[in-house]
């Protein structure tokens, strides 16, 4: 079955950039989109930006246009999210997703990213 | 961007109960709206796209509703496994917007 398995948690200084992992089985990597979602401690969904594998094309949400890169390695069938400048508000679980037609189907475990000084 | 709105924040409803959620779009999105479940702990879980198609093991208390810019998720008879937290999307404009959430408690 369709499984996404994510980089470990990651703690992070104010400035510095974290680059999260995640690694698709089951399923074709390049005919889907996959998406990365992240949610502040207590606090809702917010979508970031997606990536269409067999194009390698990359959409952004306006909030994180310049700070985050989603790229993918169609040969090992993973996504990669970097988000540089980092500050303490960027504290959440972030989690890849596998989109089909714009709805996310099939979620990764999330992966705790902690900026502190 | 599409702003989701949910209603209401909160709800209280007892095992066995019918519960509604509300979802909202600040313009319209067809049906191109999904709804997720999620439980303290864990990643969201789809349960309805297309306005009203249940995803695959989805069970038949969870029904959706709606299209334009109003939609409805139904859950017919509350189990204790379905007191959660549920997000609606729209993802018929760029960029996919959610909703901010209503957390479904036991009365």
């Known amino acids: 079955q369709v499984q996404l398995v994510q980089s470990g948690a990651e703690v992070k200084k104010p400035g510095s950039s974290v680059k999260v992992s995640c690694k698709a089985s089951g399923g074709t990597f390049s005919s889907y989109t996959i998406s990365w979602v992240r949610q502040a401690p207590g606090q809702g969904l917010e979508w970031m930006g997606r990536i269409i594998p067999i194009l390698g094309i990359a959409n952004y949400a306006q909030k994180f246009q310049g700070r985050v890169t989603i790229t993918a390695d169609k040969s090992t069938s993973t996504a990669y999210m970097e988000l540089s400048s980092l500050r303490s508000e960027d504290t959440a679980v972030y989690y890849c997703?596998?989109?089909?037609?714009?709805?996310?189907?099939?979620w990764g475990q999330g992966t705790l990213v902690t900026v502190s000084s | 961007e599409i702003v989701m709105t949910q209603s209401p924040a909160t709800l209280s409803v007892s095992p066995g109960e019918r519960a509604t959620l509300s979802c909202r779009a600040s313009q319209s999105v067809s049906s191109n709206l999904a709804w997720y479940q999620q439980k303290p702990g864990q990643a969201p879980r789809l349960l309805i796209y297309g306005a009203s198609t249940r995803a695959t093991g989805i069970p038949a208390r969870f029904s959706g509703s709606g299209s334009g810019t109003e939609f409805t998720l139904t859950i017919s008879s509350l189990q204790s496994e379905d007191f959660a937290v549920y997000y609606c999307q729209q993802y018929n404009n760029w960029p996919e917007t959610f909703g901010q959430g209503t957390k479904l408690e036991i009365k």
């Open positions: 997703a596998r989109g089909t037609d714009g709805y996310l189907g099939y």
